[in-house]
Nanobody, 121 residues
Framework: QVQLVESGGGLVQAGGSLRLSCAAS????????MGWYRQAPGKQRELVAG???????NYADSVQGRFTISRDNAKNTVYLQMNSLKPEDTASYYC???????????????WGQGTQVTVSS
């Protein structure tokens, strides 16, 4: 069974930095795109950053230039380096990945359990 486990959230002052990690475990044949989403109270979940298996990245306009997504394919792990954090970055952050568990199975979308990021002003 495939699982995504996030770590690295916490409380930080505005202007500070955090690094989120998300490791995929279980039966994994291949991983395509990976990404980070966030959801603040009363708001819809939104894409923060995504990365393809080849390393191409995309970012939400609100985090462009402050956040960096990367992945270690050997470790089935995706990272989100968050710098110059702002109070409006406060949200639960969720890892997402498109994973094929076995070679004959379709690619399915998986989600982590979420990790809280709180930025104080």
């Amino acid at each position: 069974q495939v699982q995504l486990v996030e770590s690295g959230g916490g409380l930080v002052q505005a202007g500070g930095s955090l690094r989120l990690s998300c490791a995929a475990s279980g039966s994994i044949f291949s991983i395509n795109g990976m990404g980070w989403y966030r959801q603040a109270p009363g708001k819809q979940r939104e894409l923060v950053a995504g990365i393809t298996s080849g390393g191409s990245t995309n970012y939400a306009d609100s985090v462009q230039g402050r956040f960096t997504i990367s992945r270690d394919n050997a470790k089935n792990t995706v990272y989100l380096q968050m710098n110059s954090l702002k109070p409006e970055d406060t949200a639960s952050y969720y890892c997402n990945a498109d994973i094929r568990a076995l070679w004959y199975q379709p690619t399915l979308e998986y989600w982590g359990q979420g990790t809280q990021v709180t930025v104080s002003s």
